[in-house]
């Protein structure tokens, strides 16, 4: 009986010490996705500068914005020298007498730090906020195109100081667009290596099935500009639209 009742009390030590190492994982992996979700998170700073950070944020908002809909409109690019020029912009040639020029996800998430980094500096207006003296540093944008999804991380370091006290406000501005560029850039890859194939013609049928609405837009004998639009592309509301230029 005491031989039994020593392998009973094993047992249930045995039983206990299973459980407290599952609890100990399902803890850390709790406490690590906790962190993950954070990461991203707008930077906290005290409450007597919160509504400087609050109207960075959404400047940084807006001008992530604008990039994203004129690097759609403009072929992938803020400027080229291989742009088809319109009255009120330049597109892109995705092809050019030839050659596949098309820009990659890579040069277009650069494209999209170069508009924030040169543009945010002036959505910000000192006069907002009289009762500080700020100075600002450079601002740093580093863009990662996803599915559906452009993620943005952007800081604008900058010290405000009023009276005999000075905040510090290198923070991060996490901006995440809901905008599908991966996609209608994907399918103009794909028109684009189509051409390449045959410059003077393209099948209708293949344009018909590609996943998003294409029109073409004849502007001279030599140029087309291409127009890949998603309906609900941006922010899930409105038409995103991919525009590049063709010259043959």
Known sequence: MKKRGQVALFVILAILLVALILILFLARDQISNSFSSDTRRIGSVSQQVVHIRDYTYSCAETVSKEAIQLIGLQGGVISSEYAYPTETSLISYGYYKGKERLPSLNII?????????TFLPYCFSEDEFSDFEIKRDKVDSETTIKEDLVVIDIRYPMVASKTDVTFDLNVLYPVDVDVNLHGTHKTADE?????????NFIELSFLTDLEYDVTILQKTDEVYVYSVTDQQGFEREEPYTFMFAVIL
């Open 109 to 117: 998430e650069k494209e999209i730090d170069l508009y924030i980094e």
């Open 191 to 199: 028109i684009v290596k189509k051409i390449s194939r045959n410059p």
